[in-house]
């Protein structure tokens, strides 16, 4: 299993431009999730999903948008970007919501300026 | 108030000491508890769950205590590869959403 693979690594945009950060896993996971951490910070949830065609919004959604298509597939869309939004993003997956390890995609680097 | 705080270190440690870090979170719903560990430039991998009895993994240790909630773990007979930063992690309501402390960041060296 490849586990959670995250597309691109790292990435460089400009201001206004939007752009789709990939997360796919293969674990047959109900829930994914998509993260930022930003330099010193704790990880803090954009968006979740319980399973495909269910999306809900996390900590800081304010800037993205997701869709769940499919059970394996979970990708985040940035519109309209801003130098706010540079930061390291992951995306997890997890078998249940109640207790079950998240795992983690190796993250995408990304530069707004 | 932070709901996940903890020291962000860093915790400087010969080998083969033993360190301890703490972490408070700030909601007492709060129902499931864990410590992540994440490599620098890497993603944050489960270390261990902490159960309400405490629990042990090898040369790790981790406790909950609920009345002052907060949460712990020992790490005894330190190697270089336990360098690393630790995460406190939290997870409170359904879904499985997580809060995540800053992290505490552990070198340990020769």
């Known amino acids: 299993n490849a586990g959670v693979t995250q597309t691109p690594k790292f990435r460089i945009l400009k201001i206004g431009q939007s752009m789709t950060l990939q997360c796919t896993q293969d674990?047959?996971?109900?829930?994914m999730y998509w993260y930022r951490q930003d330099p010193g910070m704790g990880l803090k949830l954009i968006y979740y999903?319980?399973?495909?065609?269910?999306?809900d919004k996390g900590e800081v959604p304010n800037g993205y948008n997701v869709s769940r298509s499919t059970t394996e597939d979970f990708p985040l869309r940035l519109e309209l970007a801003a130098p706010s939004q540079t930061s390291v993003y992951f995306c997890a997956s997890s078998y249940s919501g109640t207790g079950s390890e998240q795992y983690f995609g190796p993250g995408t680097r990304l530069t707004v300026t | 108030r932070k709901e996940v705080e903890q020291d962000p270190g860093p915790f400087n440690v010969p080998e083969g000491a033993t360190v301890a870090f703490n972490c408070t979170y700030s909601?007492?719903?709060?129902?499931?508890f864990f410590w992540y560990r994440q490599d620098c430039r890497k993603e944050p991998k489960l270390l261990m769950s902490?159960?309400?009895s405490g629990n042990e993994d090898g040369r790790f240790t981790a406790q909950l205590n609920r009345a002052s909630q907060y949460i712990s773990l020992l790490i005894r007979d330190s190697k270089l590869s336990d360098s690393a930063t630790y995460l406190c992690v939290v997870r409170t309501g359904t879904a499985s959403k997580l809060t995540f402390g800053t992290g505490t960041r552990l070198q340990v060296t020769l």
């Open positions: 999903s319980v399973g495909a065609g269910i999306t």
């Open positions: 909601n007492s719903a709060s129902q499931s």
């Open positions: 902490v159960y309400s």
């Open positions: 674990m047959n996971h109900n829930y």
